[in-house]
């Protein structure tokens, strides 16, 4: 079936780490993606990991996969203020451009 | 490189009227997709595009259809307006994701009301 889920909300202290979490179910997803909104605006690819890798990262952002418990998360180091916003993993299968998104988790951070 | 265009930003409907909603790849990019995203659903996938060919349909009704141009431009169209298809629409393009590793960007959204 097709069903990714996230935690609805995380609030974080500026300069802290923010760790968001993802599940999903396909286990043919090829790719997963993690993309972030700001309010009124489209979605932003932040960064991008192959099913067959299990660490990748980019600047202040860390991408985990565990392929076998099917559990994706995104690290962000030194959290500004600019990183509030709700954040959106997707996974796409083989053979399609179609993503499936999870819940979306909103992210504040506190001065 | 200029990004994915969507027009018109903004729209207001009335019930049982139809709307057209138009998206402008990335240049070169020749796979477009569309989706929903409402409070109550979130992000749903309408349909994908692939030199002017449909290529994947999201569970939507009847209502929502759409077509790929041969500058792989792409429209959607929303006939017999509902209450619920109040949302924000987004585009995406991409070379062609099924083909590789490429990635998917996206424009900044319709956002569609309807009354």
């Known amino acids: 079936g097709e069903d990714v889920e996230q935690s609805l909300f995380l609030s974080v202290r500026e300069g802290d780490s923010s760790v968001i979490n993802c599940t999903y179910t396909?286990?043919?997803?090829?790719?997963l993606y993690w993309y972030k909104q700001e309010p009124g605006a489209g979605l932003q690819l932040l960064t991008y990991i192959f099913s067959n890798m299990d660490m990748k990262q980019d600047q202040r952002l860390t991408v985990l996969l565990n392929k076998k418990d099917k559990h994706l998360s995104l690290r962000i180091a030194d959290t500004q203020t600019g990183d509030s916003a709700i954040y959106f993993c997707?996974?796409?299968?083989?053979?399609?451009?179609?993503?499936?998104f999870g819940t979306g988790t909103r992210l504040q951070v506190f001065p | 490189k200029a990004g994915v265009t969507q027009t018109p930003r903004y729209l207001i409907k009335t019930r049982g009227q139809q709307v057209t909603l138009s998206c402008s790849p990335i240049?070169?990019?020749?796979?477009v997709s569309w989706y929903q995203q409402t409070p109550g659903q979130g992000l749903q996938f309408l349909f994908e595009y692939f030199s002017e060919t449909q290529r994947n349909k999201g569970n939507f009704p009847g209502r929502f259809s759409g077509r790929q141009f041969s500058n792989s431009r792409s429209e959607m169209n929303v006939s017999t307006l509902e209450l619920g298809d109040s949302a924000l629409y987004l585009c995406?393009?991409?070379?062609?994701?099924?083909?590789?590793?490429?990635?998917?960007?996206f424009g900044p959204g319709t956002r569609l009301t309807v009354l």
């Open positions: 995406a393009s991409s070379k062609d994701l099924a083909g590789g590793s490429d990635t998917q960007y």
């Open positions: 240049s070169g990019h020749r796979s």
């Open positions: 396909d286990s043919s997803s090829t790719y």
């Open positions: 997707a996974e796409r299968g083989p053979n399609t451009d179609k993503l499936i």
